[in-house]
């Protein structure tokens, strides 16, 4: 376990852990949540075998993922409505794994040639909060969709990773530093009969 890292797994879902090789999560690349699943593959030795699949949504993973154990959804703590998921689907989705580690440095993030604050500011519903209450704010699917919608010209600026920024030649004109998250990790079965 690294430093500033911790994870819980009860008993009965570390047997189930063994079975998944697909992990589904939120896309596109560039996400905080992709990042922690390429993690989760590497920290149980899967990375050679282990596959990740990006959605637009957690919701449309959810939808789409199989359900015969190989499968999991990673999601995090302060995904928009994972209440939502989790009891919704209680029949065929079972909590297995989380564990706490940083997201990349989130930005504030402007398109070359925007000068000052942003007016228009993408940003997934999660960190819609560091924008300021003066900014008209956009909603998008994700931090990653945030960069490519500003690098697009659909707004100025945009909350998103660094990574993303950096993908699409934004410009950061603020940093709020990495942020400690708890991922959690939820194997997709057939429901009981």
Not at 6 to 26: M, P, Q
Not at 33 to 47: C, F, I, M, N
Not at 83 to 102: A, E, K
Request: with cysteine.
């Amino acid at each position: 376990m690294m430093t500033g890292e911790h994870t819980c797994v009860d008993t009965l879902a570390s047997a189930s852990i063994g079975a998944i090789r697909y992990l589904h999560t939120l896309g596109p690349t560039g996400t905080n949540l992709e990042s922690a699943a390429h993690l989760w593959l590497q920290r149980h030795g899967l990375e050679d075998e282990g596959q990740v699949v990006l959605h637009p949504s957690l919701e449309e993973a959810m939808a789409s993922v199989p359900r015969t154990g190989a499968h999991a959804l990673v999601a995090c703590a302060v995904y928009p409505e994972l209440h939502t998921l989790v009891f919704g689907n209680l029949h065929t989705c079972r909590m297995v794994d989380c564990f706490l580690w940083p997201t990349y440095e989130m930005v504030l993030a402007a398109a070359p040639g925007t000068r000052g604050e942003p007016r228009t500011v993408a940003t997934h519903p999660a960190p819609a909060g560091l924008v300021t209450p003066v900014t008209e704010r956009q909603l998008v699917t994700s931090n990653a969709q945030a960069a490519i919608d500003c690098a697009d010209g659909k707004a100025e600026g945009c909350v998103t990773t660094v990574v993303a920024a950096r993908a699409h030649g934004l410009r950061v004109v603020r940093s709020f530093g990495e942020v400690p998250m708890v991922y959690t990790v939820h194997q997709m079965r057939e429901a009981a009969r």
